[in-house]
């Protein structure tokens, strides 16, 4: 089965410990990207990845890291994270960075930071 | 820049009403424009897309029209019904790689 996978769905910390949320796709996808969801604010990006070694900012990646070593992975890190971090937190694919592709969402992780 | 802004919710319909959810769009060029939903507890799945001017997209029912002089892509549907409950997102994407989305309108369909 074709899917995003995000791992671990729920998640709670405290400010300053270091975290990472892994995504990964099977579906042999170039294009990765992250976001968040706020009430009130939507969805938005926070990084995303065009191929393996190709990443690049999205519109609120301050606080975040992110790497591609490998086609299918694409984890999202939290060197030090703060309370404003709390968000629910979304991976996504898509065949090529083309704006007519389709893009595939993962689950969602829900991260709280105390 | 690029935004987009939707209309407030929540929205709350009986069944079989016809659904409106507006939607307008600010881009510097011709971006592709989307319709998102996202069902209780799951990630965002594409309901429609268009992506040039007077291109309709459809799926399940839903409809949106890619509006380039009033900058808009409303979705609409004819008549709803309680599966249709959910967020629905308006986006674009300019650059194939950067996507913006508009803060979400919650549906709620009564029997």
């Known amino acids: 089965e074709a899917q995003v996978t995000q791992n671990p769905r729920y998640l709670i910390t405290v400010t300053g410990k270091k975290l990472t949320v892994t995504c990964s796709q099977n579906?042999?996808?170039?294009?990765m990207s992250w976001y968040r969801q706020d009430p009130g604010l939507g969805l938005r990006q926070i990084y995303y990845?065009?191929?393996?070694?190709?990443?690049d900012k999205g519109d609120v990646p301050e606080g975040y890291k992110v790497s591609r070593k490998e086609k299918r992975n694409f984890p999202l890190i939290l060197e030090s994270p703060s309370p404003n971090q709390t968000s629910l937190y979304f991976c996504?694919?898509?065949?090529?960075?083309?704006?007519?592709?389709?893009?595939?969402f993962g689950p969602g992780t829900r991260l709280t930071v105390l | 820049g690029n935004s987009v802004t939707q209309m407030e919710g929540p929205v709350t319909l009986s069944e079989e009403a016809f659904l409106t959810i507006n939607c307008t769009y600010t881009a510097t060029g011709y971006p592709s424009l989307f319709w998102y939903v996202q069902y209780p507890g799951e990630g965002l799945q594409l309901l429609l897309k268009a992506t040039k001017a007077d291109d309709k997209g459809s799926n399940k029912g839903f409809e949106a029209t890619y509006r380039k002089e009033t900058t808009s892509f409303h979705l609409e549907k004819g008549s709803v019904q309680v599966s249709d409950s959910a967020v629905y997102f308006c986006?674009?994407?300019?650059?194939?790689?950067?996507?913006?989305f508009g803060t979400g309108t919650s549906l709620t369909v009564i029997p």
């Open positions: 579906m042999n996808h170039e294009y």
């Open positions: 990845s065009m191929n393996v070694e190709v990443t």
């Open positions: 986006a674009l994407s300019y650059t194939g790689n950067q996507f913006y």
């Open positions: 996504a694919s898509r065949t090529r960075p083309d704006k007519t592709d389709t893009q595939y």
